[in-house]
T-cell receptor, first 115, second 114 residues
Framework: NAGVMQNPRHLVRRRGQEARLRCSPMKGHSHVYWYRQLPEEGLKFMVYLQKENIIDESGMPKERFSAEFPKEGPSILRIQQVVRGDSAAYFC?????????????FGPGTRLTVL | LAKTTQPISMDSYEGQEVNITCSHNNIATNDYITWYQQFPSQGPRFIIQGYKTKVTNEVASLFIPADRKSSTLSLPRVSLSDTAVYYCLVGDLPVSGGYNKLIFGAGTRLAVHP
């Protein structure tokens, strides 16, 4: 059973370009979380999605950021018109929420660098 | 959500036992204590979770006193590969069908030396 997969692992963009980060959850998992991590800091929650639904986007900036988790295919975190402050590691986690077992399994992350 | 306080960094040597203590004075009745480990350039990995007293698995032990205002992650006989950042998280498990957005602090950077 493959773990959570994220691609690309490294992404370089110039200011004003768009960044698309992909996350394939573990097989059978239908719950996806996105987190952002700045250097020397802990992860910060951004958004929680189930298939075709955004459940909680309270941690996501209101502008330029969007996320989706379609019925088929990976979850996408999209950042439009990137700025230098968007440079960070973006982690995706998936879980299988059943009873009280909601352990989140994290992917390796995508490191975004904005020039 | 309960705030957690951990040491910023710790140093140890191979073969020693390492204890990392986390303070969570405002822990709520429904809150569980969870520890994650993060290696450089990787996502966090669940280590252990507990509610009270002691929990042990193949990786670590978690000690929680009766007042639950602190907890201690114990790593027996550490090796170089245990060098990582360790995060203490406090939050309630959701009821069935719910979800749990994890709140990470800055963590404790453990460096294990030869």
């Amino acid at each position: 059973n493959a773990g959570v997969m994220q691609n690309p692992r490294h992404l370089v963009r110039r200011r004003g370009q768009e960044a698309r980060l992909r996350c394939s959850p573990m097989k059978g998992h239908s719950h996806v979380y996105w987190y952002r991590q700045l250097p020397e800091e802990g992860l910060k929650f951004m958004v929680y999605l189930q298939k075709e639904n955004i459940i909680d986007e309270s941690g996501m900036p209101k502008e330029r950021f969007s996320a989706e988790f379609p019925k088929e295919g990976p979850s996408i975190l999209r950042i439009q018109q990137v700025v230098r402050g968007d440079s960070a590691a973006y982690f995706c986690a998936s879980s299988l929420v059943r009873d009280n077992n909601n352990e989140q399994f994290f992917g390796p992350g995508t490191r975004l660098t904005v020039l | 959500l309960a705030k957690t306080t951990q040491p910023i960094s710790m140093d140890s040597y191979e073969g020693q036992e390492v204890n990392i203590t986390c303070s969570h004075n405002n822990i709520a009745t429904n809150d569980y204590i969870t520890w994650y480990q993060q290696f450089p350039s990787q996502g966090p990995r669940f280590i252990i979770q507990g509610y009270k007293t002691k929990v042990t698995n193949e990786v670590a032990s978690l000690f929680i006193p009766a007042d639950r205002k602190s907890s201690t992650l114990s790593l027996p006989r550490v090796s170089l590969s245990d060098t990582a950042v360790y995060y203490c998280l406090v939050g309630d498990l959701p009821v069935s069908g719910g979800y749990n957005k994890l709140i990470f602090g800055a963590g404790t950077r453990l460096a294990v030396h030869p």
